[in-house]
């Protein structure tokens, strides 16, 4: 069962605990990150590429999607991105020989954090049908298989194409193009497990599936409330934006259920102060919230600025609003009982919290997972515009909503097309733009594409990165849909678990990574990206790529479309692979806001995109106005002995990748198997501190699903509620679990019961 710690791996998961730590970054940030970097890089490589991250000239560091500062330190460099960097750029090679010593039935016993640690992949490697072992294959012969399968379909909506968030703008592009003029919508990305929830809000709400604010907006904001996120370990970079916010007179509420290091305190590596002194405290009001009780927290606020004389921008609402009345009369009946048990939090907090919002002339509110992942995701990000809809803080500077985007390039990918849901515009303007008719039909995002693997109606999946297999929800069940596709095949960095659960046959296509030189008979190529905030700039790798025997993405689509496709296609595919430029001008034609693409992604630093209720509070929603909503109030609940667990990260990791064992803000080292208990919980269900408990998820349809040996911690994380690392504990999030409207896995609120099990 895939809820077990793998059993053929050298790696000792024995965890040792300390006190969680109370500030993020400072010197030994910059120790651990070089211990890294040299291990996979060696010296001489480790400074020279972590010099290029970020640089004008340099490519976009593949951590995180958080902005880069117009004047870069010669170092912007944060800790968790030089780890993605050096995750990339190591010099450890996945061989042929390494396959012919390892058959994939070995393979399938190893940790995801040892087929990781063996380094980048360096041949197209295929796995026939009922072989052991994966061999080394020619790229056409590779092409001639996907095309073979491909063709055997009675459907092209039988076939996957899944994108994970460090695709190129450029690949993305293309790659959707393919899924289209081969007949699907099939494009389910990583975005549905991650962001779609704020996408969903957001478009209803104000008419741009995306955050509002640009850095300058978080320099001048009076207030800035962080929910849900724990930046000091996914986005440190945004730490620097908030200590220079601080510096300018910026207030800081967070709201999580843990108290986490960064938001407490930031020790900038860029500086003496950070380096040698104490840091900058970061957040004024600490609202430990339970999982799930933002919906309620924001709901309440709302409902104390409606009873709050003047507080109210009614100008504002007046002219820019619709569904005032609605929202006003559903918000003032909120009542402070369920309130208080929702959030878990004292009367006296949510008003200090309220004064803070009433004293701020300019409020952003950033959020990441700890909003996104709950059944209620979608009501809970609206329940946060709603809040600032009444202070008149969308479209101004210093104020507006901030979703923080995970994957490098999540935002642009989508931005480019990769949808399974794409909007008529968008379809009628590639008919225009390339002269077929794209399939109107909507396609499959990742549950259901799961669900298709599952019944047999789909039997070919391609993924352009990603981890599917261990990113998804409800392992068993998703890997078991898996092996039933006739073809799974990967476009891949690194090896991962998804080799390794495999279709009848699998392929495994090595490419380029974004640190690597792109050499096409056009000359050198560089790729553009879009980060969290809708800003457009160039990517160059400088590096020698991992083999020569790597293609770019973007090459491995126009091959892939010349051979499936045949004469059919009028696109030219040749042209695009040679000369990334002309893919551009397409897009210029095709995609609003990419006008003279080429020239301006030229200029250094790149380009902004437009968003109509930023720029100029134009609100393209259905009723031409900013939607307020009146959902009902929902908070997830866990019956008598049983906790809430949410599903998250430690700070060495990024997404399935593992980069080492340690947790250090959290206290945690040398293991993973860990699962944060409050002590008074702990007490209750008789778990002594270190001792082992199996997590059973409990589902309301009466199944349950179990992940054992998981060592108990006491933390003083809100109580009744837990925490545990992804991906060990997707095993047990329902595949049916997910998010109203944006079908997002529900990862941050299942309910579990602790059962006392034997050390492994
Ligand atoms: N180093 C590194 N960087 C990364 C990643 C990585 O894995 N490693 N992943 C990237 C990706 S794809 C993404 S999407 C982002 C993820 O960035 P985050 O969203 O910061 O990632 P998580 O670890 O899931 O953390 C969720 C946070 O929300 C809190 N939380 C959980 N549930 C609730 C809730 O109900 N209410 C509130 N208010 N808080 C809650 C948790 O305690 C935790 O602090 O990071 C990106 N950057
Ligand atoms: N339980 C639970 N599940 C979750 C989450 C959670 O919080 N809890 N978070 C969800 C979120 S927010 C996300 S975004 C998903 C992440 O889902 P994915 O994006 O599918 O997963 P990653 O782990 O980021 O993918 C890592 C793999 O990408 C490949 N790779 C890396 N760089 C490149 C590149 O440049 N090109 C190509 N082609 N391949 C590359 C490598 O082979 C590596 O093994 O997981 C989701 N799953
Ligand atoms: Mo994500």
């Known amino acids: ?218 320099y001048q904001a009076d207030l800035i409330i962080v929910a849900g996120q724990n930046p000091g370990t996914n986005h440190p970079r945004m730490l620097s934006a908030l200590e220079k ?43 430990q919230i339970r999982l799930g009780g933002d919906q309620a927290l924001f709901r309440t606020l709302g409902r104390l600025v409606l009873e709050t004389e003047g507080a109210v921008d009614t100008d504002f609402v007046r002219e820019h609003t619709h569904g005032f009345e609605e929202y006003e009369r559903t918000a003032r009946a909120a009542d402070w009982d369920e309130t208080l ?29 700890g909003l996104t992942q709950h059944k209620h995701a979608v009501p809970t990000i609206k329940e946060v515009v709603n809040l600032l809809l009444l202070r008149g803080d969308i479209g101004r500077p210093g104020a507006g909503v901030c979703p923080v985007r995970g ?109 690597e030189r792109d050499r096409q008979s056009g000359g050198d190529q560089f790729v553009t990206v879009e980060d969290s905030m809708g800003m457009v700039h160039a990517s160059r790798g400088r590096l020698e790529p991992a083999s020569p025997q790597l293609l770019s993405e973007p090459a491995i689509v126009c091959r892939l479309a010349r051979r499936v496709l045949g004469t059919a296609s009028t696109t030219p595919w040749e042209e695009f692979e040679k000369d990334y430029g002309t893919i551009r001008d397409r897009v210029s034609r095709v995609v609003p806001g990419f006008e003279d693409f080429n020239a301006r992604v030229a200029r250094p630093g790149g380009f902004t995109l437009p968003h109509a209720p930023r720029d100029e509070r134009r609100f393209p929603t259905a009723t031409g106005k900013a939607n307020f909503t009146a959902a ?50 702990a007490h209750a269900l008789g778990l002594a501190d270190g001792t082992y408990a199996d997590l059973v998820s409990e589902w309301t349809d009466g199944t349950e699903r179990r992940a054992p040996g998981f060592r108990v911690v006491h933390y003083p994380t809100a109580p009744g509620c837990a925490a545990a690392y992804y991906p060990e504990t997707n095993v047990l999030v329902p595949l049916d679990h997910t998010a109203d409207t944006s079908n997002t896995p529900a990862s941050k609120s299942l309910v579990v019961r602790l059962e006392q099990a034997d050390p492994a």
């Open 341 to 369: 048990r929702a959030t878990g939090l004292r009367r006296e907090e949510i008003e200090e919290a309220l004064r803070m919002v009433l004293a701020s002339r300019r409020t952003v509110v950033c959020w990441a997972m």
């Open 1 to 218: 069962m895939a809820g077990k710690p793998p059993t053929g791996d050298p790696v000792q998961d024995a965890p040792d605990v300390a006190a969680p730590q109370h500030a993020a970054a400072g010197l030994p940030a910059i120790a651990h990150t070089l211990r890294i970097a040299q291990k996979q890089m060696g010296v001489r490589r480790t400074a020279l590429t972590l010099l290029k991250v970020n640089q004008k000239d340099g490519f976009d560091c593949p951590g995180c999607a958080w902005p880069e500062p117009d004047k870069r330190h010669a170092a912007e460099f944060c800790e968790n991105g030089a780890k993605a960097v050096a995750e990339e750029a190591t010099l450890r090679r996945v061989t042929p020989d390494f396959f012919a010593a390892h058959p994939v039935a070995d393979l399938a016993t190893r940790s995801g954090y040892w087929l990781g640690q063996q380094g980048r992949l360096t041949h197209p490697m295929y796995l026939a049908e009922g072989a052991e072992t994966y061999e080394p294959v020619t790229w056409e012969r590779a092409f001639d298989l996907i095309a073979e399968e491909l063709h055997a379909l009675t459907s092209p909506d039988e076939a996957l194409f899944y994108t994970s968030g460090r695709t190129s703008n450029e690949a993305a592009f293309l790659y959707q193009l393919f899924a289209r003029e081969f007949g699907t919508n099939n494009l389910p990305d990583c975005s549905n497990m991650c962001h779609e929830s704020s996408g969903s809000a957001l478009t209803d709400t104000i008419g741009v599936g995306k955050g509002s604010v640009l850095l300058e907006d978080l």
């Open 407 to 515: 994957h490098s390039n999540v935002q642009g990918d989508r931005t480019m097309g990769i949808f399974e849901r794409p909007s008529a515009a968008f379809l009628d303007a590639l008919e225009k733009e390339f002269g077929f008719a794209p399939p109107r039909e909507h396609g499959l995002d990742v549950v259901r594409a799961i669900r298709a693997l599952r019944d047999g109606d789909a039997k070919v999946f391609f993924a352009m990165g990603g981890n599917f297999v261990a990113a998804s929800p409800d392992t068993d069940v998703t890997e078991a849909a898996m092996r039933r596709a006739r073809l799974t095949v990967h476009v891949s960095t690194k090896l991962n678990r998804s080799h390794v659960i495999t279709g009848a046959r699998a392929l495994i296509l090595p490419t380029l990574g974004r640190t």
């Open 632 to 681: 009902p109030v929902e908070y997830p609940k866990a019956p008598e002995g049983r906790l809430l667990l949410q599903t998250l990260r430690s700070h060495d990791q990024y997404n399935t990748t593992i980069y080492g064992l340690d947790d250090r803000y959290r206290g945690i080292k040398n293991g993973r198997r860990v699962v944060l208990v409050h002590p008074d919980d």
């Open 245 to 287: 916010a601080k510096a300018g007179g910026t207030k800081i509420i967070t709201v999580n259920p843990l108290p986490e290091a960064g938001m407490e305190r930031f020790k900038n590596p860029q500086n003496a102060r950070g380096l040698a002194g104490g840091g900058t405290p970061l957040t004024d009001l600490f609202l």
